[in-house]
């Protein structure tokens, strides 16, 4: 009898232990689902009110498939749906945490409305309001996950005291679930924390390969990408093509007299005044050094000369300021080129508007050429 007792008690052990470590298993592909969907706006404690809303509903979603994968006894079952709900008050704060928590209890009350059922309320109530008070706190991060996860634990030990009169069941059952609650918790916390960090540093790369550092602008890389999707555009949904080629007059004395760190501000205040005397939709790119480009599609060449007038205009009447107190004075030359009015063949702008920038270099600087009129 003794024997038979024991084999029904390992049994069951045995069971627990596979059911707590497939509520593990979904939790996690759970997180690499919501962080693959949501990757692009993950939920923060400045989150839009209805990106907290719509992600309280997918945590409680994600809790009531977690109860489907219960431990049952008799009618009291176990498993891991405060994990989701915690995670969305770490992250998210009171709003997403307490609509987890009411679909929580609504998916709970569904399955059984019994003594365990109202014990789940309880306890969900009970770890919502700690883990919402813990994440206001002002402590590192692993300490609220602590602090979070254990107290969930003791909640669900004096529930489940309460609710189970077999000692021996609960001896064995206790500690096993404060075992997976934690791995859970943890590894929840720590596979959140990785997959964020890692999208971070992926946009951070994306926007470096397209970004210039110094100015912010587009890149050359950039450019050439934008310039050649345009090119593909002309004709369906863009009928005509211009490109400014514009450099610093007497740059390289700048730097040689003021030092490169100054010569970087008269850089990022240029591409400023650029980015404020160009439209919208027209693309400004750092090409390299102090060379700098503006594509402005559906744009004649009448109006693309009245833009670089303008740009130039511009920059010859502000005062650039310098770190240290002084202000000089620059100028820049612009070259035009413009599809179809001075170029016929779209994929030459390039080469015509550089031709256009070197002639008004060389005919006294601080002047606009076209390309048209260099022929």
Not at 156 to 185: E, H, M, N, Q, R
Request: overall charge positive; proline content about 2%.
């Amino acid at each position: 009898m003794k024997k038979n007792m024991i084999w029904y008690f390992m049994v069951i052990i045995m069971l627990m232990i596979k059911d707590l470590f497939t509520n593990l298993a979904i939790v996690v592909s759970l997180l690499f689902l919501y962080s693959h969907i949501f990757s692009a706006s993950p939920l923060k404690k400045d989150s839009t009110f209805m990106r907290k809303v719509l992600l309280g509903v997918v945590g409680g979603l994600f809790s009531n498939i977690l109860m489907q994968y219960s431990i049952r006894i008799d009618t009291t079952i176990v498993d891991l749906r405060h994990i989701p709900i915690i995670l969305l008050a770490f992250f998210g704060g009171t709003l997403p945490a307490v609509i987890g928590m009411v679909l929580v209890i609504i998916g709970r009350l569904v399955i059984g409305v019994n003594a365990s059922a109202y014990a789940s309320v309880i306890l969900m109530v009970l770890i919502t309001i700690f883990s919402t008070f813990i994440s206001k706190q002002r402590m590192s991060k692993k300490n609220k996950a602590i602090l979070m996860l254990t107290f969930s634990n003791i909640i669900f030990t004096f529930v489940i005291i309460y609710l189970l009169s077999d000692v021996s069941l609960l001896v064995k059952l206790v500690p096993l679930y404060w075992i997976i609650s934690y791995l859970a918790g943890f590894l929840s916390f720590y596979i959140l924390d990785f997959i964020r960090k890692s999208q971070f540093l992926l946009e951070k790369y994306k926007s470096e390969s397209t970004t210039d550092g110094l100015t912010g602008l587009n890149n050359v890389r950039k450019f050439d990408e934008v310039f050649n999707s345009l090119i593909k555009e002309l004709n369906k949904s863009i009928q005509s093509l211009s490109l400014l080629y514009i450099d610093i007059d007497f740059f390289k004395k700048i730097n040689d007299t003021y030092g490169h760190s100054e010569g970087d501000l008269v850089l990022k205040r240029l591409g400023t005044l650029l980015t404020e005397a160009t439209r919208s939709f027209d693309v400004v790119s750092r090409n390299g050094g102090e060379e700098f480009t503006v594509l402005l599609p559906d744009t004649s060449v009448v109006r693309a000369k009245d833009i670089a007038e303008h740009i130039r205009k511009t920059v010859e009447s502000t005062e650039f300021s310098l770190s240290g107190g002084g202000v000089i004075k620059v100028t820049v030359s612009v070259g035009v080129a413009s599809y179809i009015d001075t170029t016929e063949n779209p994929g030459m702008l390039i080469e015509d508007a550089d031709k256009a920038l070197y002639a008004a270099k060389k005919t006294g600087r601080n002047k606009v050429c076209c390309h048209n009129a260099i022929n």
